[in-house]
Structure formats: C-alpha cells, structure tokens
C-alpha cells in the first residue's frame, strides 16, 4: 500500500475545524479534501474557513479520499469509522474510540478485514516533550525495576466562560470517565502493564474516582471530572517505583503540532503495513476500561460501596 494523501474530516464541530482540519490544511504532504457533517451549512463553513470542500452525503466523502479523520460524539464516531474502514480508508481515530465494546470491537474488526492502518489521537503522546520523558521513566524501570503505582488527576472546566465544550451534549451525559479518562489512561497503559481490574466511585456532578489494578501487581488511581469549579482545573500525573518519585512534565506543542505527527505515523503505518502501536486495538482495549469502570458505577450503591459504620 503507498501512503495516503487525499484526507476527509468527518465532523464540523470546534475539534474538527481547529485541530483535524487545521492541521491537515497546513499539512505539505496531503491533501485536505473537505469535511462531512449532519449540518451542511457547518461543513461549508468549515471548509470555507478551513479548506477543502463540504460534503453532504458520507459516502461522497469517502469515494474521494485515502483516509478519514473523525471528530464526532464516540457513539456516532465508531460506527462510521467501521464504515469507513470498510471502505478502504485508512483511520485518524479521536478518543474516546466508542461508548462500549461491542461497538469498538466492530471498528476493529473492520480494519482487520480490509487491513487499513488506524491511529488513535491520543494527544500527549503526540508530544515530543511528554514521549521524552515516557522514554526516560522507560529507561529508568530498566534499570531499578517496574513502576509500583500511579496516580493522576485529569480536571477539565467545560463550565468556564468561553469553553467550547460547554454545548457538547456526549461529555454532558458521559462526564469526565469518558472524555479525561483516555488521556489518564495513555499515560498511565504507557508506564504500567494493561488493567485487568477496576473500581470506581462518584463524587461531585461528573467526578468519578478509578482504582485498577495492572497485571502482574502494580495498582493506579484516576480522578477525573470535566465540570472542575474555576481555579481547581488541570492536569497531573505522578508515578513511583524503584526508580524513585516522578511527575508529568507540562508540553509546550500545539494540538496541531501533534495531529500532523500522527497523519505521519498513519501515513508510515499504510505505508510499510506495520500497525501503529495506539491503533484501532488499542482504541478498543481503552473502550474496555472505561466500559469496565462505568459498569461498575452503574451497580446498585449496596454492591458497589461498603457503607462505613
Ligand atoms: N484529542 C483531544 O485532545 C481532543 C480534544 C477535543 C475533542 N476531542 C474529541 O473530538 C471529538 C469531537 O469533539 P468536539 O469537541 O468537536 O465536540 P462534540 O460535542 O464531541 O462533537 C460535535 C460535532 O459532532 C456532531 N454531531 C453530534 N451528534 C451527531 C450525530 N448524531 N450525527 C452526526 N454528527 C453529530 C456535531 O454536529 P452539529 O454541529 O450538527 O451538532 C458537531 O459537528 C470527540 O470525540 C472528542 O473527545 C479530542
């Protein structure tokens, strides 16, 4: 297979214009083709705005290009990344893959049917500032041994003026689990062994409390909200081991920056057919976290807390 050039957006929304099809309008090696939406006066404005042309029917998209990327609500995401997928078109997969596992299992079964490359956007590892330093606590775990635990806080303020995640219906009813808790879990699956399981607790609004438990013994923490009063927002991460104490550092790139680097490892991965390491399986196995924690606060109060006496 040779490299795609000619790339779709699918979505018309604030993450779609700004981030997918900035980057991809500023990209030198391909071609931003246009954007798809439900809303075709917003795919014209975009497109506009942005590049390319607007599409009102998907599958008019889809004939006219090599690849999608897909910045959608993930119960809308999952079944057209199958389609696509099913199509031909190689994957740029935005976070969180689906809203449960039957769906993301389709997404990729369908890339294994047709062998189209996928990569997830999981924006931080997209940074060569956060990827520096996974290598370094790498480095370190060789030398002195496994990371024990983690612990990370990811808080978002979608209720702050001017926020444009403030209309987005799909974080208002799933909250922080579904939204932060793919960027939790991409630093924390690139320090410990994958989760095998989990507990889960509510706080405030959204706020949801994740303990899991890795393989072969290391245990986690996630504490993720999108509704964080002003002032009490942001994002931390802290892991320890033998290697000692060390925390996230901070990443001075923009999104943009980031998407480009990940239309160039799709573009590798198509190209040699070697799956990229945060492709549609990884996606899925996220889902299956998340999936896992969300059954869990969904039990009855009585099976899932012990009340104190
Ligand atoms: N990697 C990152 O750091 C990062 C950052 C931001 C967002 N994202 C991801 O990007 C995706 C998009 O996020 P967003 O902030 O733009 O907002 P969003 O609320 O997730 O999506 C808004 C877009 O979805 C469209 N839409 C909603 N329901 C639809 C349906 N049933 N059928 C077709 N289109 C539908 C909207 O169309 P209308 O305009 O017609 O309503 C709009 O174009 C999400 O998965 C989000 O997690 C990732």
Redo the contacts with the bound molecule.
């Keep these: 297979m040779s490299a795609p050039r000619r790339f779709g957006v699918l979505?018309?929304?604030?993450?779609?214009e700004t981030?997918h099809g900035r980057a991809l309008a500023d990209h030198p090696d391909v071609e931003l083709v246009g954007f798809w939406?439900?809303?075709g006066a917003?795919a014209r404005a975009a497109a506009q705005r942005v590049g390319g042309a607007a599409f009102a029917d998907v599958d008019e998209l889809l004939g006219a290009v090599d690849a999608v990327t897909i910045?959608?609500?993930?119960d809308?995401?999952a079944p057209l990344a199958a389609r696509a997928a099913r199509a031909g078109r190689h994957l740029i997969l935005?976070?969180?893959l689906a809203l449960d596992v039957a769906a993301a299992d389709d997404v990729l079964a369908a890339t294994r049917e047709t062998g189209v490359a996928s990569v997830l956007?999981?924006?931080y590892l997209f940074q060569p500032d956060i990827t520096g330093w996974l290598a370094r606590m790498a480095a370190l775990a060789a030398e002195h041994g496994p990371w024990e635990g983690a612990l990370a806080r990811w808080g978002g303020t979608i209720d702050a003026p001017g926020s444009?995640?403030g209309?987005?219906?799909?974080?208002r009813e799933w909250g922080g689990l579904w939204?932060c808790g793919p960027?939790a879990l991409s630093l924390v699956l690139s320090l410990l062994p994958p989760v095998e399981r989990v507990a889960a607790a509510r706080g405030v609004r959204d706020a949801v409390n994740v303990a899991l438990e890795h393989r072969g013994g290391a245990g986690s923490a996630l504490s993720l909200t999108l509704t964080a009063p002003a002032g009490a927002g942001g994002s931390w991460l802290s892991v320890w081991g033998p290697g000692g104490r060390h925390e996230l550092p901070r990443f001075a790139g923009t999104?943009q920056e980031g998407f480009a680097r990940a239309v160039d490892q799709l573009r590798a991965a198509a190209a040699t057919g070697s799956p990229h390491p945060l492709d549609a399986a990884y996606a899925r196995d996220v889902v299956a976290v998340l999936a896992a924690a969300q059954h869990h606060l969904d039990l009855p109060v009585q099976q899932r807390t012990t009340a104190v006496g």
């Design positions: 979505g018309t929304g604030f993450w779609a981030c939406g439900r809303d917003r910045a959608l609500p993930p809308v995401q935005d976070k969180p956007y999981a924006t444009p995640y209309g987005s219906a799909w974080r939204d960027h999104p």
